[in-house]
């Protein structure tokens, strides 16, 4: 018994999630390894233990009171509850409260199983707050402002100490806000730098070693790992920490929301600077135009340069004039074509729309789209050409982004270890990812535009799936654990999840994901079995048995009688033969009084020899004639066998007539009992 409690409670140390048992909404019974750690206590210490002993007089009563709750409707339930652990830091557990009722349908312990969710909640409160603060950013005037309502955010909201925000100005990088404690400089976008590096790829990176990045400026000691993030095409933001290792993914991600927020307020700045200063321009043409205008004369000598062209290619307008246009902004390898389209111009092939990339003053490309046109003089013939043009070049990019996004979704979507249905609001399916396929067995074809509760839903819990699927069509999110089944029948167990998808105009569909959970119901379930059963006979064990004559002390199931039976000499067949031969002697021994009992009698095995067996309504007449068909039973067995030495049991049983008497005195009685028949053996 000692060694099988022992692997029990070796199986349940093995896992993380915290599990204890409650013996009423008061008192411990016992908890697993995982546990007793985060309350900083020997598990043995809690056994029987009183909750106000362990937890706080605020944690017991929060406890306490969804511990009532579970033992008097008898339900399981889920709550989220604040625990302090050993180191003192108070953690928020999510605790599934498991009743296990026994025959009579009175709750004999609860069993609770936590995870810790504290993280979790932590990033949602985050995420939350970022995105209030957007409606702050809404508010701001200016490039300043922003930025230094992003450096105070990062350090409010990120825990981030050290905030630097440079803006790209003039070809440096300009310190706009940043920590106090954040040395600011001013360097060149075009010297080696992480900050040059983020803007120029356009991607966020993490540096876990400052001091050994070859990219690194020179900068204080006190920095050793860090992060840098593009805002959009003006700058970067970058944070620093002063041990090595500093930033994790998730400080990244939240960051880059942050950043969001950034990006969309200077984009709406600096927009509404732009409408500003175009309206500053309307006395002629060429200024009114939000596209490039270039006037150029019939030799390709630059006339006019509007403004949108000077902030666009970095030229002012009298850097350029009377430049050869292809000479100064094409690359060398597309000339010939730029020259053959004028030429076209002039051969009165007008208009004509063609795409070129244009050079700036840095060298850097930019995609334009073109819409030209000629001015003639009086003789028709070409006096100037009016190249009107438009920047696409972020367009394309958002565009090959999209194009990436929708491959990393469709990869995402079909790679997903998530068996993952899309639905319309009528609840039929759209598309079906490849786990989906092989958990359940369809393909994508047979459940085109049918719907998947006719398909995947076993008619026991239509009522159940059909709530769910109403929810979520109503725009509510829905989480839980249920059966479904494949195409082929099989019932399977699966956590699932439904999303509503929105869009500002209101809902889409829906994202259907399931999990095949089906192997740790299995384990939960061998979990309990081992509870309270003896894993070699599949008998009950010792603790089950104790239970049961506990409960059975306040019945008035009387009469009530208890048979205890040794097996014989086990020492000297283990001894002689092994101890495979031993357990093979055991396992028979059970299997001869599961053969010999009724349905509603109880066998345990309550220790390694010793068996003991509860017969209720049972008075001495059919006590002895129990141990008489035992008897029969056990020489029949020994009669069919060639065995190495007979099997023998020793008998001993009691009778509690009334309740004048206690179970534990006639378990006593019945013990004593058996070792006066084993003493005349």
Not at 245 to 251: G, H, I, V, Y
Not at 524 to 533: A, T
Request: net charge neutral; with cysteine; aromatic share 8%.
């Amino acid at each position: 018994m000692l060694e099988n409690n022992k692997e029990q409670n070796m199986l349940l140390d093995t896992i993380e999630t915290q599990v204890w048992y409650l013996k009423d909404p008061f008192t411990y019974g016992k908890a697993n390894q995982a546990h007793a750690d985060f309350l900083g206590v020997d598990k043995e210490a809690l056994e029987n233990k009183k909750l106000n002993k362990v937890l706080s007089d605020k944690e017991t009563q929060i406890c306490s009171l969804s511990n009532k709750k579970v033992f008097k409707e008898k339900k399981k339930i889920k709550t989220e509850e604040w625990l302090k652990n050993h180191k003192g830091q108070a953690r928020l557990l999510a605790i599934t409260k498991n009743p296990k009722l026994n025959k009579s349908g009175q709750v004999d312990y609860v069993v609770c199983s936590a995870e810790d969710i504290t993280e979790q909640k932590e990033r949602e409160y985050i995420v939350k707050e970022l995105h209030k603060i957007a409606v702050d950013f809404k508010e701001l005037k200016s490039e300043k402002e922003i930025c230094d309502m992003t450096v105070k955010a990062a350090e409010s909201l990120l825990d981030f100490t050290l905030c630097n925000v440079i803006l790209a100005k003039g070809g440096q990088f300009i310190p706009l806000a940043s920590s106090s404690n954040f040395k600011q400089e001013q360097i060149p976008i075009t010297e080696k730098s992480i900050a040059a590096r983020t803007f120029q790829e356009g991607k966020s990176i993490i540096i876990d070693d400052i001091q050994n990045s070859f990219e690194a400026v020179a900068i204080k000691n006190i920095y050793k790992s860090g992060i840098s993030i593009p805002i959009g095409n003006y700058g970067v933001f970058q944070a620093a920490a002063s041990k090595k290792n500093a930033f994790s993914k998730n400080d990244l991600e939240l960051a880059e929301i942050l950043i969001s927020h950034v990006t969309a307020s200077l984009d709406r700045i600096y927009a509404q600077e732009r409408i500003k200063e175009q309206k500053n321009f309307l006395s002629t043409i060429l200024e009114v135009q939000s596209s490039l205008v270039l006037l150029i004369d019939s030799e390709g000598k630059i006339i006019r340069f509007n403004k949108a062209a000077e902030e666009l290619t970095g030229y002012k307008e009298n850097e350029v004039k009377g430049e050869i246009f292809w000479d100064l902004f094409i690359k060398e390898t597309d000339k010939k074509d730029v020259i053959d389209t004028f030429c076209r111009l002039k051969n009165k092939d007008y208009p004509y729309k063609y795409e070129n990339y244009l050079l700036t003053k840095t060298g850097e490309e930019k995609l334009i789209v073109w819409s030209n046109n000629v001015i003639l003089n009086d003789a028709d013939d070409i006096k100037y050409v009016v190249a009107t043009g438009i920047d696409i070049t972020k367009r394309k990019r958002q565009e090959e982004k999209l194009k990436e996004q929708k491959a990393y979704f469709e990869q995402l979507f079909n790679n997903s270890t998530e068996a993952i249905v899309l639905l319309d609001n009528k609840h039929r399916v759209i598309k079906v990812n490849k786990k989906f396929e092989s958990l359940f067995g369809f393909t994508q074809s047979e459940l085109i535009n049918k719907n998947i509760d006719d398909y995947i839903l076993p008619e026991e819990l239509l009522e159940s799936g059909q709530e769910y699927t109403e929810e979520v069509k109503e725009g509510k999110k829905v989480e839980g654990e249920s059966l479904r089944k494949t195409k082929n029948g099989d019932k399977i167990n699966v956590h699932l999840q439904g999303f509503p998808i929105k869009l500002e105009n209101g809902q889409i569909g829906i994202y259907g994901l399931y999990r095949d959970i089906t192997e740790r119901k299995k384990r939960e379930k061998r979990i309990e079995y081992l509870s309270f059963h003896d894993e070699m006979t599949g008998l009950y064990n010792r603790r089950y048995f104790e239970n049961e004559l506990k409960r059975l002390s306040s019945s008035r199931q009387h009469p009530i009688t208890i048979v205890i039976g040794d097996l014989d000499g086990l020492k000297i067949i283990n001894d002689t033969y092994g101890h495979k031969k031993g357990d093979e002697y055991l396992v028979n021994t059970a299997q001869i009084l599961k053969e010999t009992a009724r349905t509603e009698d109880i066998i345990a095995r309550i220790g390694g020899d010793e068996f003991a067996m509860i017969l209720p309504e049972s008075r001495y007449k059919e006590a002895k004639s129990f141990c008489q068909r035992l008897e029969k039973n056990i020489k029949e067995f020994n009669q069919d066998r060639n065995l190495e030495k007979p099997l023998s049991i020793s008998f001993g049983f009691e009778v509690m007539i009334d309740d004048s008497s206690s179970l534990d005195k006639i378990f006593n009685k019945a013990d004593q009992n058996m070792y006066l028949n084993k003493g005349r053996k």
